[in-house]
């Protein structure tokens, strides 16, 4: 019965809404619905022109649950793989932006505008050129790192020089996690920079009153008052570094041996194969996956809007 | 004071004539100006024709290929050919894909072993009685033949590829090595030659499968399946992993960087495609020489893939679009342009009338190329390339060794051509 009496009294507004509807319709809906029905057929890239697919039930999802023998990349070590390098990341992106955060809002800081412009670069520059150029200050004979490693040598002996960073296995790990976290926390830095000003003063100064010192200031004022404003920072954090596509492609390909291929990479390459039944379940499986931990995430900024 | 502003204000528009003039010309500027941008949309279709190509093009090539679509605009004046330049590794598959969906260019350069996917998923077109006779006749019979699949001609061939040894006269003063063993044996002895390495190789499978085939390895059976796992293809990683292992040699399966170590002359020898003699010759001049590539063991030669560049048809594409793509083919593979082709980017002909001069460096690629194996069209092609890439780099990584590197990729082959017959 309310929903019939909203639908009444909201019928202006939703033919205000219904042009962008349809076209978010025809856009977004449709290509989605039909991915679905993708996931279950033998799409190839024949069957673009000539429709017809057969349908094949669950077969691709088992294929790659499984690793069917056609297939050269281990689902479970990847979704690993996957999760090691969000939490590396965030780790890092938030340490670095509330620990430069808090640097930058130091009462009486000359040039405070000035750091802050520099320090959000990273993030203004399109994530594709950032990548392609680290991929480039890696390389073994040429790049700028290893060359930056030679000139320090002179002064640190112990230094390795030389480095293969993208062929060997834990060096492209390294790289690829160097080059997100410099893309990554100039944007946990606004948010702990915003949510440190709004902090009001006067628990600092009844913090003082009470003999607090700065550390104890840090972890009983600073970081409850920070936490509202960075939770749903990290969360969203969390989606972005998980399908992070940019960097693992461009920069390593996934290479050596598919050991640094996340989700979406490892997607995209089936598609490229002209797998594309394999490449929806694939998309599907990952949809999923960041479902579940949307819905958590829900449950949890609920959580702390009520505290 | 007022009298005198109102009357200014009123002498100005009938006073100044010229004022009036220059404002009225800016209103009609305007106006034509907005129409004609309007209208531009409204041009009737036939008055500027067009031939769009996609290719794989760059350097010295590209240069080539601009000035050949100027020499046909010249002669065609209303005809405009937009060519797009594709890295070579996504061309296929972007091609693909584009032409599937109905779309993609009128004209593509391709190569060989594309054209059995391509024929397959109907994404080419059948050239059978499209071309007329005394045309055919201008190009090599081999090349033509590579061309057919199952039976029909599905491109016309533009020239030949193959990989050589380029070496750098300068750091070579001994000459380029015969044989594998003459190669260790000069990397073994600084009395030969100078630079940081003797060879600079790249190991992706097109430029090493030489010694795969060299060796007596194979790729595929009559029947399309996969027949990777050989003695022969154990010996040919063993030799890719001696290589890797001699601190003289520089082994990575990486195109940029043995080019760069060669380019920069840091490597006194390298294997590469005619593709890059262009730029080589502006680096290295009169240093630069070309040889076969050093023979497996005496009288034993490498064998290279034969490749074929050549111009591929799309089937959406038709009527006068069509007949616009065959009049530009025809044009590009005609001798003059052949010539252009072969001074500016060192494209060996596929056609009979245009010969290389015979103290050409690139008389080495023809005389490879008598001893390379055709690039083989099947579809199952397109799965053999990433898995040998692998095993290429499991063998020069550690990874695995070559016995263990060769049976996985036979088995990811086979696995892959079952899948994809599947779908």
């Known amino acids: 019965m309310k929903i019939k009496k909203d639908l009444s009294e909201s019928r202006l507004a939703y033919r205000f809404i219904l042009p962008s509807a349809i076209v978010m319709a025809l856009i977004t809906v449709y290509p989605l619905l039909y991915g679905v029905w993708m996931a279950f057929t033998n799409f190839s890239p024949r069957h673009i022109r000539n429709q017809n697919p057969e349908f094949v039930g669950l077969q691709n999802f088992i294929d790659i649950l499984t690793q069917a023998p056609y297939l050269d990349f281990n689902f479970l070590s990847v979704l690993g793989f996957n999760f090691v390098w969000t939490f590396a990341n965030l780790i890092f992106h938030v340490s670095l932006g509330v620990a430069l955060a808090l640097l930058i809002n130091t009462p009486g800081l000359r040039g405070k505008r000035l750091y802050r412009a520099l320090l959000i670069l990273p993030w203004a520059v399109p994530t594709y050129v950032t990548a392609l150029i680290w991929k480039n200050m890696f390389d073994t004979q040429f790049g700028a790192v290893n060359l930056l ?16 960073w993208l062929g060997q296995f834990p060096n492209a790990f390294y790289a690829v996690l160097l080059v997100n976290i410099w893309m990554g926390f100039p944007f946990m830095m606004m ?17 003082d009153m009470d003999g607090a010192g700065p550390w104890r200031k840090f972890w009983t004022v600073t970081v409850p008052m920070l936490k509202p404003a960075m939770v749903p920072a990290i969360m969203l954090g969390f989606i972005w570094t ?21 989700l979406v990479t490892q997607a995209y390459k089936l598609t490229d194969m002209g797998m594309y039944g394999q490449a929806s379940a694939f998309a599907l499986i990952i949809f999923f996956i960041l479902l579940a931990f949307t819905l958590v995430n829900l449950r949890v900024t609920k959580a702390t809007q009520e505290v | 004071m007022l009298t005198q502003r109102r009357r200014f204000s009123c002498l100005a528009p009938k006073g100044t004539g010229s004022a009036r003039a220059s404002a009225r010309l800016w209103r009609t500027a305007a106006a034509v100006t907005l129409l004609a941008t309007i209208l531009s949309g409204c041009n009737p279709a036939g008055s500027t024709k067009t031939i769009t190509l996609w290719h794989p093009w760059g350097g010295a090539e590209l240069a080539a290929l601009k000035d050949a679509i100027k020499a046909y605009q010249a002669d065609h004046p209303g005809t405009e050919v937009i060519a797009l330049q594709v890295p070579s590794d996504r061309l296929q598959d972007k091609y693909l894909r584009s032409a599937a969906a109905n779309g993609g260019p009128d004209l593509l350069i391709g190569a060989t072993d594309w054209i059995g996917k391509f024929a397959q998923s109907e994404v080419v077109a059948s ?5 007329p006779e005394p045309q055919l006749q201008r190009y090599q019979n081999v090349a033509l033949s590579a061309l057919r699949y199952k039976g029909h001609l599905y491109a016309l061939p533009e020239s030949l590829e193959t990989v050589a040894l380029y070496y750098n006269k300068a750091l070579l003063p001994a000459g380029p090595p015969k044989t594998i063993d003459g190669l260790f044996i000069q990397a073994n002895s600084r009395d030969y030659w100078k630079g940081e390495y003797l060879l600079a190789y790249n190991t992706q499978f097109y430029f090493s499968a030489g010694y795969l085939f060299g060796s007596g390895g194979k790729l595929l059976d009559a029947g399309g399946q996969a027949q990777v796992d050989s003695p022969g293809a154990v010996r040919w990683l063993t030799l890719l992993k001696n290589m890797r292992e001699h601190p003289r040699f520089a082994v990575k399966s990486d195109y940029g960087y043995a ?51 050549c111009l591929m048809f799309n089937p959406n594409s038709t009527g006068e679009r069509r007949e616009r793509a065959l009049d530009f083919a025809n044009f590009f593979t005609a001798a003059p342009n052949m010539t252009r082709m072969l001074t ?13 001069p015979e103290d050409s460096p690139l008389a080495a ?27 290429v780099e499991e063998v020069l990584t550690g990874v695995n060794p070559p016995a263990k590197a060769i049976a996985n990729a036979q088995k990811l082959i086979q696995a892959k051509i079952e899948a994809v017959r599947k779908q």
Do not use: C
Not at chain 2, 127 to 131: A, P, V
Not at chain 2, 369 to 389: C, H, I, Q, R, Y
């Open chain 1, 149 to 164: 490693l030679k000139q320090w040598q002179q002064a640190i002996p112990f230094l390795p020089t030389n480095v293969d």
């Open chain 2, 127 to 131: 050239l059978d009685d499209q071309i």
């Open chain 2, 259 to 309: 080019d760069a170590l060669f380019r920069e002359k840091k490597a006194a020898m390298t294997i590469n495609g005619p593709w890059a003699i262009g730029d080589y010759q502006q680096v290295l001049g009169d240093d630069l020489g070309v040889a076969p590539l050093p023979m497996v063991e005496d009288m034993v030669p490498a064998v290279p893939f034969v490749g074929i560049k």
């Open chain 1, 242 to 262: 998980f399908n992070n596509f940019n960097v693992i492609y461009f920069v390593t390909q996934g290479n050596p041996f598919g050991k640094t291929e996340i």
């Open chain 2, 344 to 356: 500016q980017a060192g494209h060996v002909p596929a056609i009979k009338g245009v010969t290389i």
């Open chain 2, 365 to 391: 690629f023809e005389r490879q190329a008598k001893w390379g194996t055709p690039l083989p069209p099947d579809p199952e092609m397109k799965e053999v390339w990433t898995p040998m890439d692998k095993a």
């Open chain 1, 191 to 207: 948010v702990a920079s915003g949510a440190l000003q709004s902090i009001p003063s006067d628990l600092y100064e009844a913090a």
